[in-house]
């Protein structure tokens, strides 16, 4: 397992001890086949000549052996675009490479125009800045605005990089509860739906042959006779826009509160919860699991 000895914020570099997996590896041979970083990104390493081993410099050919201590710098700017406002945003995860945020709904999860200032990023901004870090941060998957739960985000590009490429090969695991119309008549399954766009509204998303793959499993935990919705965890093996929302409306059981695509306004929002998020970091190797407490007052959702 990598041991994370130091992370020097204000030299931007991560010191990391070489575990023995990586041993007899070149450092190209790691940047491009172990991490497998984008090519501008190995580029800029190969140009920067800023890589060390044991505190000296190193080649792309240097070979690198298990307790060696490989410095790579993380490329933090100095000054963060986004502005910060105090949001008070629960953190329910984080390390020197990445952040998991609780996100309250009503709330986007970066700004979308000049003058945005109540969006989650934002929120993030203000608790670094207030720690004393760099204020760098970037969503590695944002949630709908009015979809509350566990949002990874990454504190350097390389970190941004490594669990970009986790979530392409569908390793990082996302699991989501949702209230839906009706009663469901199978306990477990599948839908299996490409999405694309709407060509009728901007905004919407629909099952389309012609759309990306999107795949979601499903499980029913509860049932509200009286308000005839059922509770079911959901879990992404793709991650397309609207994704939960599209499926389940497509086989007929709309998310309650989810007007969008025929839900009844019976909450003042999609009733979607982020719930559960795990992987194993790319950097540490640790396994992290994290559950994202509802934060819906009244409550919403039947295990609340």
Request: hydrophobic letters at 35%; glycine letters at 6%; a positive charge.
């Amino acid at each position: 397992m990598i041991s994370l000895l130091q992370t020097d914020r204000n030299k931007k570099e991560l010191v990391i001890s070489v575990p023995e997996s990586w041993g007899g590896l070149t450092i190209e041979q790691l940047l491009r086949n172990v991490w497998q970083l984008p090519k501008k990104m190995v580029h800029q390493y190969r140009m920067e000549k800023s890589i060390r081993i044991n505190k000296k410099p190193a080649s792309f050919q240097t070979i690198i052996e298990k307790g060696d201590r490989l410095t790579i710098p993380v490329s933090i700017e100095n000054e963060s675009k986004i502005d910060p406002t105090d949001l008070d945003i629960p953190i329910l995860y984080e390390d020197e490479h990445i952040l998991i945020a609780n996100k309250p709904a009503n709330m986007a999860t970066h700004p979308n125009e000049p003058g945005d200032r109540n969006t989650l990023l934002n929120g993030i901004v203000h608790y670094l800045i207030k720690k004393g870090e760099a204020p760098y941060i970037q969503h590695v998957r944002r949630l709908d605005k009015d979809t509350t739960g566990a949002i990874l985000l990454a504190k350097h590009p390389l970190a941004k990089s490594l669990f970009d490429r986790l979530l392409n090969e569908r390793k990082v695991e996302r699991m989501y509860t949702a209230l839906v119309t009706g009663r469901l008549q199978k306990k477990t399954g599948t839908i299996d739906a490409n999405i694309g766009r709407d060509r009728h509204h901007g905004t919407r998303r629909r099952v389309s042959k012609t759309g990306k793959e999107a795949i979601t499993h499903y499980q029913v935990i509860g049932f509200d006779p009286e308000r005839n919705l059922t509770q079911v965890l959901c879990k992404l093996e793709t991650g397309r826009t609207h994704q939960i929302r599209v499926h389940f409306a497509h086989i007929g059981h709309p998310l309650a509160g989810d007007t969008l695509y025929g839900g009844k306004p019976i909450f003042p929002r999609q009733a979607l919860h982020a719930k559960y998020l795990s992987f194993k970091h790319p950097i540490t190797l640790e396994k992290i699991q994290v559950e994202a407490p509802y934060l819906d007052h009244p409550p919403i959702f039947l295990d609340q």
